[in-house]
């Protein structure tokens, strides 16, 4: 007889592979188990860590706990109280419904589960190791579950492999954390990480009042107030006034009936409500609440939950478009409790990451840049655009492209040149500036734009990059350090990023577990916009750090250090900051592009601009 070539896995094996999908990381696991912990009514739920969530992950609650029958079952696969049809699952109302969590939880760890109802006199304790059962026993505790999760991934080694640092580990545990915390602002809260108490929320009484226990005042006196009311769905949350803005989309929270997702859709809808309020390339702060019938929802997309799917996403997207643009519309009335700076408290955190306290904050307010708002399109500001004056340089010669199907045998004569010439920027006429944002310059040959972000952009990047090369980017020291205050959920990681932040100009100390003391900044954009550049720096600090494992990615971050400290398009420039701009882009290798690859300047010829006009 032939052997069987298909079979069907053992148990245990099973288990683990549907752990995987389930429980990707220590954050997974966290996530699952607070969300167990609300749909059981808890109105305190404390969490506790060690290791990035590998050595322990404990969730402690007071809700309404389990009778020991049910506490053995739910250690098994698709126990769950939440669902009892296939019907059930085209109107979900509870954050948990597969029945999964628990038991992948329990196949690839040591857990143990503690338990009791309020009408109990005892409580229930279960071990269980790799999913099996061990022990049951009577307890002492108060009402409500307690779970550990000891060793997760123990007995799969190629998931524990593929786990990131211990510090990017803890950064997913807080970020989750934050998003069940926001969407749940009636419950008190407390993440504990290696005996060092991150987070203690205690029960707020709006979601505004939960923003400013996470990130500080500063960000939650920004916020405006929203609602939509449309059949069958509301659309409402908290947005940021148009004069703020970040340099990634990560303050950005949606949720769907109480679950937090992470949904393009609603993504894109807040992202173009704020089209021609912020500058491009920033990202505004929201949070977003859709509550929208069960059945008009399909949560069971997606091994994790975190995405959805709509039946009708058109009517989704134009609510939230129209709730968060109508409200933009006028901002003259924050509705959000404005807070004033003399009663800020210095340790707020602004931007979710980053803020500076008392004096030094308003000096460098002083001396900042302004950006683009939509009462004032072009600003100007009083600060001059930083060039550092260095030894004179040779102009740079940058040889033009040449493609094959350029050449040919024609001879070349004084009016038919054999290659197109990049200007000399400083030696032509400056027409002046246009649209706050694009230097109009006369050549012989017709009308040349160029850019100015692009332009500075480029100026800075070689600029860092020389000195970097040299032996590490000069630095200016301020006058008075700056006091750092970082989002506790990303501390541990901002931590160890300060050898590439160092590396970049930013003279940092650490002082305390979540503070850093600013010192100094890059030279070439010297101290007084050094806060708001860390912050951005900060913003875009990726899970992998600023290097990222390859041995260009320390560049790209220095594209990105140069474009957060470049001149932005809306920044109207005197005739004496145009003029040493084109000097130093004329003294500047690869002038013609930015770092990224967009052009510095476009050309339109004497001969299109006069045929334009039919001459």
Same mark, same amino acid.
């Given at each position: 007889? &032939?052997?069987?070539?298909?079979?069907?896995?053992?148990? +245990?094996?099973?288990?683990? $592979?549907?752990?995987?999908?389930?429980?990707?990381?220590? &954050?997974?696991?966290?996530?699952?188990?607070?969300?167990?912990?609300?749909?059981?009514? #808890?109105?305190?739920?404390?969490?506790?860590? *060690? =290791? /990035?969530?590998?050595?322990?992950?404990?969730? /402690?609650?007071?809700?309404?706990?389990?009778?020991?029958?049910? @506490?053995?079952?739910?250690?098994?696969?698709?126990?769950?109280?939440?669902?009892?049809?296939?019907?059930?699952?085209?109107?979900?109302?509870?954050?948990?419904?597969?029945?999964?969590?628990?038991?992948?939880?329990?196949?690839?760890?040591?857990?143990?589960?503690?338990?009791?109802?309020?009408?109990?006199?005892?409580?229930? *304790?279960?071990?269980?190791?790799?999913?099996?059962?061990?022990?049951?026993?009577?307890?002492?505790?108060?009402? /409500?579950?307690?779970?550990?999760?000891?060793?997760?991934?123990?007995?799969?080694?190629?998931?524990?492999?593929?786990?990131?640092?211990?510090?990017?580990?803890?950064?997913?545990?807080?970020?989750?954390?934050?998003? $069940?915390?926001?969407?749940?602002?009636?419950?008190?809260?407390?993440?504990?990480?290696?005996?060092?108490? $991150?987070?203690?929320?205690?029960?707020?009484?709006?979601?505004?009042?939960?923003?400013?226990?996470?990130? /500080?005042?500063?960000?939650?006196?920004?916020?405006?107030?929203?609602?939509?009311?449309?059949?069958?769905?509301?659309?409402?949350?908290? #947005?940021?006034?148009?004069?703020?803005?970040?340099?990634?989309?990560?303050?950005?929270?949606?949720?769907?009936?109480?679950?937090?997702? =992470?949904?393009?859709?609603?993504?894109?809808?807040?992202?173009?409500?704020? +089209?021609?309020? $912020?500058?491009?390339?920033?990202?505004?702060?929201?949070?977003?609440?859709?509550?929208? =019938?069960?059945?008009?929802?399909?949560?069971?997309?997606?091994?994790?939950?975190?995405?959805?799917?709509?039946?009708?996403?058109?009517?989704?997207?134009? @609510?939230?478009?129209?709730?968060?643009?109508?409200?933009?519309?006028?901002?003259?009335?924050?509705?959000?409790?404005?807070?004033?700076?003399?009663?800020?408290?210095?340790?707020?955190?602004?931007?979710?990451?980053?803020?500076?306290?008392?004096?030094?904050?308003?000096?460098?307010?002083?001396?900042?840049?302004?950006?683009?708002?939509?009462?004032?399109?072009?600003?100007?500001?009083?600060?001059?655009?930083?060039?550092?004056?260095?030894?004179?340089?040779?102009? #740079?010669?940058?040889?033009?492209?040449?493609?094959?199907?350029?050449?040919?045998?024609?001879?070349?004569?004084?009016?038919?040149?054999?290659?197109?010439?990049?200007?000399?920027?400083?030696?032509?006429?400056?027409?002046? +500036?246009?649209?706050?944002?694009?230097?109009?310059?006369?050549?012989?040959?017709?009308?040349?734009?160029?850019?100015?972000?692009?332009?500075?952009?480029?100026?800075?990047?070689?600029?860092?990059? @020389?000195?970097? =090369?040299?032996?590490?980017?000069?630095?200016?020291?301020?006058?008075?350090?700056?006091?750092?205050?970082?989002?506790?959920?990303?501390?541990?990681?901002?931590?160890?990023?300060?050898?590439?932040?160092?590396?970049?100009?930013?003279?940092?100390?650490?002082?305390?577990?979540?503070?850093?003391?600013?010192?100094?900044?890059?030279?070439?954009?010297?101290? *007084?916009?050094?806060?708001?550049?860390? @912050?951005?720096?900060?913003?875009?600090?990726?899970?992998?750090?600023?290097?990222?494992?390859?041995?260009? #990615?320390?560049?790209?971050?220095?594209?990105?250090?140069?474009?957060?400290?470049?001149?932005?398009?809306?920044?109207?420039?005197?005739?004496?900051?145009?003029?040493?701009?084109?000097?130093?882009?004329?003294?500047?290798?690869?002038?013609?592009?930015?770092?990224?690859?967009?052009?510095?300047?476009?050309?339109?010829?004497?001969?299109?601009?006069?045929?334009?006009?039919?001459?």
């Amino acid at each position: 007889m &032939a052997e069987h070539v298909v079979h069907i896995l053992p148990e +245990q094996v099973a288990s683990q $592979i549907a752990a995987g999908e389930v429980v990707e990381r220590p &954050a997974s696991a966290v996530k699952e188990l607070i969300e167990n912990s609300l749909d059981a009514g #808890a109105r305190a739920i404390s969490v506790e860590i *060690e =290791r /990035g969530g590998v050595a322990l992950i404990a969730v /402690g609650d007071d809700g309404c706990g389990m009778t020991r029958e049910d @506490a053995i079952l739910s250690l098994r696969r698709h126990a769950t109280s939440k669902i009892r049809s296939a019907a059930d699952l085209t109107a979900i109302r509870t954050l948990g419904f597969r029945g999964e969590a628990l038991a992948s939880i329990a196949s690839v760890s040591h857990l143990k589960l503690q338990t009791r109802r309020a009408i109990d006199a005892n409580g229930v *304790e279960l071990t269980a190791d790799g999913g099996n059962i061990d022990d049951t026993r009577e307890c002492a505790m108060a009402a /409500g579950t307690r779970i550990e999760v000891r060793e997760l991934f123990f007995n799969t080694p190629a998931r524990l492999k593929f786990l990131k640092t211990l510090a990017t580990e803890q950064g997913a545990i807080a970020d989750a954390f934050q998003r $069940i915390a926001l969407a749940n602002h009636h419950v008190a809260f407390v993440l504990i990480a290696d005996q060092r108490k $991150i987070f203690e929320l205690p029960r707020a009484a709006s979601p505004l009042e939960r923003v400013r226990q996470l990130f /500080g005042s500063k960000l939650a006196g920004s916020l405006l107030r929203f609602e939509l009311d449309r059949p069958g769905l509301r659309a409402r949350g908290l #947005a940021a006034a148009s004069n703020e803005s970040f340099a990634t989309g990560r303050m950005i929270f949606t949720f769907v009936n109480g679950r937090s997702v =992470r949904d393009r859709i609603l993504i894109r809808a807040i992202e173009q409500a704020y +089209q021609t309020l $912020i500058p491009r390339g920033r990202h505004p702060a929201a949070v977003l609440f859709v509550d929208i =019938r069960p059945e008009d929802v399909d949560v069971n997309v997606h091994p994790m939950k975190t995405e959805v799917r709509f039946r009708n996403s058109g009517a989704v997207f134009e @609510a939230v478009y129209h709730a968060v643009r109508d409200r933009l519309a006028d901002q003259t009335d924050s509705n959000a409790a404005a807070t004033s700076k003399a009663n800020q408290a210095p340790g707020d955190v602004a931007m979710g990451l980053i803020t500076m306290s008392t004096a030094s904050e308003e000096q460098a307010a002083s001396n900042e840049p302004r950006e683009s708002s939509p009462s004032s399109p072009h600003s100007r500001s009083d600060a001059p655009l930083r060039l550092v004056p260095d030894a004179p340089r040779p102009a #740079a010669f940058q040889r033009p492209l040449s493609l094959a199907y350029d050449r040919d045998d024609r001879p070349t004569t004084a009016n038919t040149p054999a290659t197109a010439q990049i200007p000399m920027y400083s030696q032509l006429r400056v027409i002046g +500036q246009i649209f706050a944002g694009y230097i109009a310059l006369e050549s012989d040959d017709g009308l040349i734009l160029i850019d100015q972000h692009a332009a500075h952009e480029r100026v800075t990047f070689e600029r860092l990059r @020389a000195e970097l =090369r040299d032996g590490g980017v000069r630095v200016q020291q301020m006058l008075a350090p700056v006091p750092v205050e970082l989002n506790p959920a990303r501390a541990a990681q901002i931590q160890n990023a300060v050898g590439e932040l160092r590396a970049m100009g930013f003279d940092l100390e650490p002082f305390g577990p979540t503070t850093l003391l600013l010192k100094g900044a890059p030279a070439v954009f010297g101290p *007084e916009g050094g806060a708001r550049l860390l @912050a951005d720096m900060i913003d875009s600090l990726g899970e992998a750090g600023f290097r990222g494992g390859k041995e260009d #990615a320390f560049e790209t971050w220095l594209k990105q250090l140069a474009c957060h400290g470049s001149v932005r398009v809306g920044r109207v420039l005197e005739a004496a900051e145009i003029h040493s701009l084109l000097a130093e882009l004329d003294r500047t290798e690869f002038k013609t592009n930015c770092p990224h690859g967009r052009p510095v300047h476009i050309n339109f010829g004497r001969g299109q601009i006069e045929r334009m006009f039919r001459r």
